[in-house]
């Protein structure tokens, strides 16, 4: 019975990994964007070139999982960084760049507080496509902002976290980790007075999810049978733990005890 159940269970999560969204188009990607605010709230305008593929990996199930714009994600399913690749009618254009990829959330602490956003998930530069694998991203230098899972608290509505992808600037190795380092509070970044002091220019490609507190999203029909989230909190306060010991060094005593709880608790 057991079993059978775990089995069904996987049968469809590997149905769900399996699928893939083909007829996504760069315009269904922006309408998407408008649809969930996104533009204005993040962005003043998106026109996207390319798709982003953005795959997490269930830690439960070891599932895949790619994300198409404004899909419902859980805690558990976005526990593990997740990983990136870049699509568009020329991969000419795409294989010859390098990139940069934020991860931001507008809604901390919550959609209708968003006293503490946009809360920065993730900022890495120096990724480019590794042409023998389909457009996967892959890095060449550390990021500037290592990616922490979504935390929404609990109570909040879903939350929205949305993947950008620029194209570097020359300079952004020299200017941008005098603005974000590993000392940069996650909490209060603004993505495009950011992008504006590195020359980021207009995103090529984005994503975007919706996570909300354990138990108010899910689109896993299998949800009910998945093994307990054990790891939900350890998972986010070990993250959570290192990422404040980076803001301590420079970071005063408020922007430490914000981050804590941002990290901690908040997001
Ligand atoms: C998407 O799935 C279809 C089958 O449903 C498959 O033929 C196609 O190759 C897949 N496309 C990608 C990009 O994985
Ligand atoms: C893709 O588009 C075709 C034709 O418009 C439609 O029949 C099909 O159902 C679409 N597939 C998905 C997965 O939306
Ligand atoms: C996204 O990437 C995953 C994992 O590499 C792959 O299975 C999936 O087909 C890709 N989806 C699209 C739309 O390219
Ligand atoms: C996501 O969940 C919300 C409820 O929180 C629901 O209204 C919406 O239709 C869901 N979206 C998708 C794409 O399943
Ligand atoms: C590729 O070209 C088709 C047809 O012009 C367009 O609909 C589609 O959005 C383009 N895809 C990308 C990723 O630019
Ligand atoms: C908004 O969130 C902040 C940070 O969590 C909190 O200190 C503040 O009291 C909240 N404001 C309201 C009106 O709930
Ligand atoms: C690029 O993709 C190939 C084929 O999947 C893989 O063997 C190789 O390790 C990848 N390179 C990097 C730097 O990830
Ligand atoms: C790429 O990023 C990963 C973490 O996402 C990090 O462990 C690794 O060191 C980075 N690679 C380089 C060459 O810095
Ligand atoms: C940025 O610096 C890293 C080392 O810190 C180097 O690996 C990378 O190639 C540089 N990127 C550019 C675009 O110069
Ligand atoms: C790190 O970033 C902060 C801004 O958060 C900045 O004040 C500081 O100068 C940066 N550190 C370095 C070494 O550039
Ligand atoms: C973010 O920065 C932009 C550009 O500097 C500015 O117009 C906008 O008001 C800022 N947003 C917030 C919430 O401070």
């Known amino acids: 019975m057991l079993r059978s159940a775990v089995f069904i269970f996987l049968a469809l999560t590997r149905c769900i990994a399996a699928q893939n969204d083909t007829n996504l188009t760069t315009s269904s990607v922006q309408e998407a964007f408008s649809n969930a605010k996104i533009v204005p709230d993040v962005l003043p ?9 953005v795959t997490f ?3 439960a199930t070891g599932a895949l999982l790619s994300v198409s714009p404004g899909m419902n994600l859980t805690m558990e399913q976005t526990m593990l960084e997740p990983t990136f690749a870049v699509t568009a009618n020329s991969s000419d254009s795409l294989a010859e760049q390098i990139f940069v990829l934020a991860i931001v959330d507008p809604d901390a602490p919550t959609p209708q507080n968003t006293s503490i956003s946009q809360f920065r998930h993730m900022l890495a530069g120096d990724l480019h496509v590794n042409a023998s694998s389909g457009g996967a991203l892959v890095n060449s230098s550390a990021a500037l902002t290592d990616f922490v899972n979504p935390t929404p608290p609990a109570g909040s509505d879903p939350h929205r976290y949305v993947i950008l992808l620029f194209t570097q600037p020359p300079t952004f190795n020299v200017t941008a980790s005098t603005l974000v380092n590993a000392s940069t509070p996650r909490t209060n970044f603004n993505l495009t007075a950011f992008g504006q002091a590195v020359g980021l220019g207009s995103p090529v490609a984005g994503n975007f999810f919706f ?3 354990s138990d108010s999203t899910g689109t896993t029909s ?10 939900s909190d350890t998972g986010s306060s070990s993250s959570g733990a290192s990422a404040v ?3 301590v060094p420079v970071g005063g005593i408020w922007t430490v005890f914000m981050g804590a709880i941002a990290i901690s608790y908040f997001l």
């Open 45 to 53: 305008s998106f026109q996207p070139t390319a798709l982003l593929n």
């Open 57 to 59: 990996t269930d830690q």
């Open 211 to 213: 996570t909300g507190p």
């Open 222 to 231: 299998g949800s009910g049978s998945a093994p307990a989230p054990t790891t």
């Open 245 to 247: 010991e980076k803001l």
